[in-house]
């Protein structure tokens, strides 16, 4: 079975700039997940999809982040315009049943200059 | 507000040592507890998850144990070898509804041959 599958792989935008991120779940993976790591810190949680809803969205940051599920399966991830401390890596997971058995995309990492 | 800390930071053993990975998080009221490992441009995968219930779960050589009442896990690896070189993570779920994981920081564990 193919894994959850994230691009870019890698991202160097300027301030200012838009990018989108995007991410496959593993097919029929009702429940898709967002974290980032930003440099120093924890992985910590942005938002949750159950299908094409958001279940959570309390880790987004601000109104700059925007993330969307159309039709319940791919995932974008959109950074409008994006400021320096938005680099990082953000991680895509999905699970079949939300909380347990999650698989982890490989990452996209974001550096903005 | 929950936080996890995991320490130390980084730690180097010769081949073949047992060892152990230490997680603290400071509300006990958590619904499981996950180990995750990270090699260098992957994705995380999940090594073992505890229940609020358990005491233990043991996976081969990896054993992680659980005390939810004074706020610690630790995961053990048996007769290390230079393949489990990687970044290993513990994360815990608030509730059976909760959306989110909360991770800690992350041990960056490396076996020299």
């Known amino acids: 079975e193919a894994g959850v599958t994230q691009f870019p792989s890698h991202s160097v935008i300027e301030k200012g700039q838009t990018v989108t991120l995007r991410c496959d779940p593993i097919s029929g993976h009702d429940n898709l997940y967002w974290y980032r790591r930003v440099m120093g810190k924890e992985i910590k949680f942005l938002l949750h999809?159950?299908?094409?809803?958001?279940?959570?969205e309390s880790g987004m940051p601000n109104n700059r982040f925007l993330a969307e599920r159309t039709g319940g399966t791919y995932s974008t991830l959109k950074v409008q315009p994006a400021e320096l401390e938005d680099s990082g890596v953000y991680f895509c997971?999905?699970?079949?049943?939300?909380?347990?058995?999650?698989?982890f995309g490989s990452g996209t990492r974001l550096t903005v200059v | 507000k929950q936080e996890v800390t995991q320490i130390p930071a980084a730690l180097s053993v010769p081949e073949g040592e047992n060892l152990v990975l230490n997680c603290s998080f400071t509300d006990s009221a958590i619904y499981n507890l996950q180990w995750f490992r990270q090699d260098p441009g992957k994705g995380l995968t999940s090594l073992l998850l505890i229940q609020s219930s358990q005491r233990e779960q043991t996976s081969g050589r990896l054993n992680a144990s659980l005390d939810k009442s004074s706020g610690r896990s630790t995961l053990y690896i048996a007769a290390s070898q230079p393949g489990d070189s990687a970044t290993y993570l513990c994360?815990?779920?608030?509730?059976?509804?909760?959306?989110?994981?909360?991770f800690g920081s992350g041990t960056r564990l490396s076996i020299r041959p």
């Open positions: 994360a815990v779920r608030r509730g059976s509804s909760a959306s989110k994981i909360i």
């Open positions: 999809f159950v299908k094409e809803s958001k279940q959570d």
């Open positions: 997971a999905s699970s079949q049943v939300m909380g347990v058995g999650y698989t």
